[in-house]
Each structure stands twice: as structure tokens, then as C-alpha cells.
């Protein structure tokens, strides 16, 4: 429900928002994804926690400099996603670790 309003109120200020958050869901789905894949643990919540917050950054970065008018609802919708998307939704859950 915050996630719909954010994205509505976002859009009202600036046409363009749907696709910063989209594209964020997708690049940090597709790093996700790519650390779900390192078999030692220390190393893939190390690697999700980088690429987590560099991603973070980068788009809040975009948002800030190209939509400076939904900036502040970009920021509170990159936080959601963060604290809502947990890497662990991306591993294979028939995998054996040893």
C-alpha cells in the first residue's frame, strides 16, 4: 500500500518515476540473483550487502540529478525495496551447501 502510494504520488511529480524503481527492482534482482550463486557464505552476504547499497546510491544519484521534483519519493521507495527485498528470496532452495 506505502509502495502504490509512493509510486502514484512519485508519478504525479514527475512522468518519467516509474522507470527509475523498475529498473532498480530489476538491477538488484539481477545482482541478487548473481550473488545467489556464491557458495561461501561470508562472501555472498558480503557481495549482497555491496552491490545492495551501491545500487542504492547509483539510483538515488540518477533520481536526484534527473528527477530532482520526486527525488524524495524515490529515496523512501529505494528503502522500502531495500528493507523489503531479502536476498535469500533469490536462492535455490534445493541446493545442498557442505
Given amino acids: 500500500m ?3 502510494s509512493l509510486v502514484i504520488m512519485g508519478t ?3 512522468p518519467f518515476f516509474i522507470l527509475l524503481p523498475m529498473g532498480y527492482l530489476l538491477a538488484i534482482g539481477a545482482a ?3 550473488g545467489s550463486r ?3 557464505y561470508a562472501v555472498n552476504a ?3 550487502w555491496s552491490a545492495k547499497w551501491m545500487l542504492f546510491i547509483g539510483f538515488l544519484y540518477l533520481s536526484g540529478k534527473h528527477m530532482n521534483s520526486a527525488f524524495v519519493f524515490a529515496m523512501f521507495l529505494y528503502i522500502l525495496i531495500n528493507t523489503t527485498l531479502s536476498p535469500t528470496f533469490f536462492f535455490s532452495k534445493d541446493r545442498v551447501n557442505t
Fill in 12 to 14: 504525479t511529480q514527475q
Fill in 38 to 40: 556464491i557458495e561461501d
Fill in 46 to 48: 558480503a557481495y549482497n
Fill in 32 to 34: 541478487y540473483k548473481l
Fill in 2 to 4: 506505502i509502495s502504490i
